[in-house]
């Protein structure tokens, strides 16, 4: 049904109660789109899964409906995170629809700047770390054990259970099962979530988890993830689905970037799209069914677009000189 909240919808499967005040943005409830050029150039049959189309344009929106729900089930005062701009954005917004503060610590100078500025209009206390978004997260899980602040990352289990919601939607959408999902794979918490969406519903497709070859510096900064979180569940959870990590170089990641945009017309940012860029290096067989999880919006990061792409010529308001270059 249109408009309803995520966590009414899928509220059998959740950890809710009669009594959890549910805070939503009209979350969930994505497109799946088949993707017929890129299913044509790689021989498969490709379908993307939309997350950028969540209400603050990414797929953390669902975890953080829940999240912050049982934070204020809980009664929270306030919560925190680490993150690398997506997390942020999404416990900012959810944290003001919930009246609370929210306290975010980014790592600085490498956080995407249509993030940054979501961070900010929603009023969340942002604070840039000198350091790595690791060393953030540690000081993040650091400060929330002292009870001040609810942790509201990943390694908060109603974030999965949120999060988890997408390979059910998938399920219902597709009519039955992918052969494969493909998604990147940062600090693993998204990939937990599909697996554990897919378990529960009986239904486990091959995960691949793709990752930057280069996870430290990459250019796909979502996933500029040193240590990830959730890597031994993740190999757990990779090893029952006979999946695999996938490593893939930023060359890759943003070659499938622009055949997204310029194929299929999805501008999502650039880790978002490292599902795509893993299948080529999966070996799968001709006409495989495969769903990516394409997890954030192009305009998160509009500087990568424009560093990647060539700017417009300049031009007088002349109808010959324009037919000239069109
Ligand atoms: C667009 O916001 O870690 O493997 O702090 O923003 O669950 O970490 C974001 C991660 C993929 C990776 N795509 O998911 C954060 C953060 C986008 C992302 C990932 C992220 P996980």
Known sequence: ???????????????????????????????????????????????????????????????????????????????????????????????????LPALV?????????????????????????????????????????????????????????GQKTAALEILEQLGGQPHVVALPYGGGGNTCAYVKGFEEAGRLPRMLAVEASNRDNTAASAIRIADPAHAAEVAAALERSRGRVVTVSDEAILDAWRALAQEEGIFCEPASAAGVAGLAHAELEPGTR??????????????????????PLAVDPDPDAIAALA
């Not at 969930?28 to 789109?33: A, R, S």
């Not at 249509?114 to 400060?143: H, M, P, Y």
């Not at 495969?290 to 700017?311: F, I, Y």
């Open 1 to 99: 049904m249109a408009n309803t909240p995520l966590a009414e919808r899928y509220r059998d499967r959740l950890p809710l109660t009669a009594a959890t005040p549910i805070v939503t943005l009209g979350e969930g409830d994505t497109p799946l789109l088949p993707a017929p050029r890129l299913s044509a150039s790689l021989g498969l049959e490709v379908w993307l899964k939309w997350e950028g189309q969540n209400p603050t344009g990414s797929f953390k929106d669902r975890g953080m409906t829940v999240a912050v729900s049982k934070a204020l089930e809980e009664g929270a005062q306030a919560v925190i995170c680490a993150s690398t701009g997506n997390t942020a954005a999404s416990a900012a917004a959810y944290a003001a629809r919930a009246g």
């Open 105 to 161: 610590l980014q790592p600085a100078g490498a956080v995407a700047i249509g993030k940054l500025a979501q961070a900010r209009a929603l009023g969340a206390r942002l604070l840039e770390v000198r350091g790595s978004f690791d060393e953030a997260l540690a000081v993040a899980r650091e400060l929330a054990s002292r009870g001040t602040h609810v942790l509201v990352n990943s390694l908060n289990p109603y974030r999965i259970e």
């Open 290 to 311: 495969v769903v990516c999880v394409v997890t954030g919006h192009g305009l998160k990061d509009p500087e990568a677009a424009v560093r990647l792409t060539p700017p």
